[in-house]
């Protein structure tokens, strides 16, 4: 009979060492639920209260929801400074090795340090580059205070910004999109050839709108020149997401098959256009519209063609050339990250191990005859399948086991929203659509089943073996008290009831990364307008499955010389 003794040890040491691993998901919670009340001071102390976000290994976490907690409570200049510091260390570890191998073989991924998901690192420059818009657009620097030691903290007055000091914010939000653009290039580089998050509509769409602020006339070919390339994004990349294709699972599925087959073919195969994309469609042509009789003129004829843009778009489009006024709207909060269950097969693990001196089948047997392991439903799809990653096939025969890996609650957009814009006696003066421009929900679905898929077989073989290990042990208990004929039935309880007490020590220890940036709103939309000086308050107008509603936004003063207001807005709800 093999000797149990040093794999209980091995399986005893793993789960003391890594069943601590902590996610935060109570922490999250209470976030997400004061966030919801707009108690953002409350929130901020959660974060900078829990022993979770004061750990090293969640310091980027830590920063991203503190940078994210100051900018919806309107301290931009707070918030500039957490998230300047959240950049430079997204960065940093982005171009670092992403896990110890031997610390992997054995570890819980929560017990990694948080890398953040790309989407999340190229958010930081979003947020980054607004809050410099929105400090230059507020004209001061908000009242705060600087802790200094046990002693407390330094209280620093409001800071009014001259017209200098405004035109720097606004270049540092210039600086900030090029820096965008950078880590985008990099990114794209590195993940040729699959259907995730490489590119960002968000950086084009937003980037755009900040070149054409600045005004120059480089910036406003570079301006012209992004809204173009968001065209190609929508083909390329976004037909991924459920909100912008319905056949985004056979786009999915067929991606790497996109360079052989062409655009046009792809369009026609594996793209059927929602509300959503033929909205955003819109906008973006208007844009090109107005900046190409702005500053090609000539270009006209071409952009029909190229946009298939009808006379009677360019007429209206018209109408609304020069815009000075930009609404951009962050919605709701973003899905839970959860853990979902997935299941492996013990087969292979039954040979390769130690413990299978006793035989691979009578091991595999014992697990589905004895104690009761059977190979999971067939609707079993590993991680990641859903969307077309791709995964290692694992036979699941005779037994399999189950462990969790972490899925993103995703129920799509739902709604659409409009700018509605009324002056001083409530009557309305324009009602325009925006645009959806960043499905998060979408995007971290997608990005967090991509990381499941890479996780599954490692974890799955991982799990594998330490539960080879204990069933081994159990068959070893089995055995020993079933020699004697009379015990047969004891000898299978007992057997049972000590694998399943050290299996429950293993699924403590392996519990799914549930770790995300959990503040982030669940989609963002734009718009763009134009208003004669004048006073005005601003609603947006939800549609959301038959039922309307109405949300006030507050004030908006329009002077003669204003080329590019901005509103932001953040919905709660």
């Not at 966030?35 to 900078?48: D, H, L, R, Y």
């Not at 190229?122 to 657009?137: E, G, P």
């Not at 109408?319 to 292979?348: C, W």
Request: with cysteine; proline share 3%.
């Amino acid at each position: 009979m093999v000797t149990q003794k040093p794999l209980l040890i091995y399986l005893l040491l793993t789960l003391f060492l890594f069943s601590c691993a902590s996610g935060g998901k109570k922490e999250r919670n209470k976030l997400r639920s004061l966030i919801k009340t707009s108690q953002f001071g409350e929130a901020i102390k959660v974060i900078e209260n829990s022993k979770v976000y004061k750990e090293k290994d969640n310091k980027l976490l830590f920063l991203m929801e503190k940078g994210l907690l100051l900018h919806t409570a309107g301290k931009y200049y707070q918030s500039s400074q957490i998230l300047e510091e959240a950049r430079e260390l997204g960065r940093k570890l982005y171009t670092t090795s992403i896990s110890n191998k031997v610390q992997k073989m054995i570890a819980n991924d929560n017990y990694d340090i948080y890398y953040g998901e790309r989407y999340e690192i190229s958010l930081i420059h979003f947020y980054q580059a607004l809050n410099h818009l929105l400090i230059a657009k507020q004209g001061f620097y908000e009242a705060h205070s600087i802790p200094e030691g046990k002693e407390g903290g330094r209280n620093i007055p409001q800071k009014s910004l001259s017209a200098s000091e405004i035109r720097t914010r606004q270049m540092a939000a210039r600086a900030e999109v090029l820096a965008w653009d950078s880590f985008l290039k990099n990114l794209k580089s590195s993940r040729k050839g699959a259907s995730v998050f490489k590119n960002d509509l968000l950086a084009k769409v937003f980037g755009a709108y900040i070149h054409e602020m600045i005004g120059t006339p480089t910036d406003l070919q570079i301006a012209l020149q992004l809204y173009k390339d968001c065209h190609i994004l929508l083909i390329r990349n976004y037909g991924a997401y459920k909100s912008f294709n319905t056949l985004f699972e056979k786009y999915n599925e067929n991606y790497e098959s996109f360079p052989k087959i062409g655009e046009r073919n792809v369009k026609a195969q594996f793209i059927n256009e929602t509300g959503y994309a033929k909205n955003l469609k819109n906008f973006l042509n208007e844009r090109i519209v107005d900046l190409s009789l702005s500053i090609r003129p000539r270009s006209i004829k071409k952009i029909k063609k190229r946009f298939s843009i009808s006379n009677e778009f360019i007429k209206a489009a018209k109408a609304n050339r020069n815009p000075n006024v930009t609404i951009l709207f962050q919605n709701g909060v973003i899905p839970l990250k959860v853990a979902q269950k997935e299941y492996f097969g013990l087969g292979k693990a039954a040979k390769d191990n130690a413990a299978a001196q006793i035989g691979a089948a009578v091991l595999t047997v014992f697990a589905a005859k004895q104690l009761g392991l059977l190979p999971p439903p067939r609707s079993y799809r590993p991680a990641g399948a859903y969307l077309g990653l791709r995964v290692a096939e694992v036979a699941v025969t005779n037994a399999a086991i189950s462990f969790e890996l972490p899925k993103v609650q995703n129920y799509g957009v739902s709604s659409v929203n409009n700018v509605v814009i009324k002056n001083a006696e409530g009557k309305t003066v324009v009602t325009r659509p925006l645009s959806l421009v960043a499905p998060l929900g979408d995007i971290a679905e997608q990005a967090v089943a991509e990381n499941a898929a890479s996780l599954y077989t490692r974890v799955g073989a991982r799990l594998a073996v330490k539960h080879v290990a204990a069933i081994a042990a159990a068959y070893a208990t089995y055995k020993l008290m079933s020699k004697n004929k009379n015990n047969a039935f004891f000898a299978r309880q007992a057997a049972v009831f000590q694998y399943i007490a050290t299996a429950k020590g293993i699924e403590a220890s392996e519990g799914a990364d549930t770790r995300y940036w959990s503040t982030l709103p669940s989609d963002i939309w734009m718009g763009k307008l134009k208003l004669p000086e004048g006073n005005y308050q601003v609603y947006i107008k939800t549609h959301n499955s038959g039922a309307q509603s109405e949300t006030h936004i507050g004030p908006l003063e329009v002077k003669k010389e204003s080329k590019n207001t901005l509103v932001n807005f953040r919905s709660l709800n």
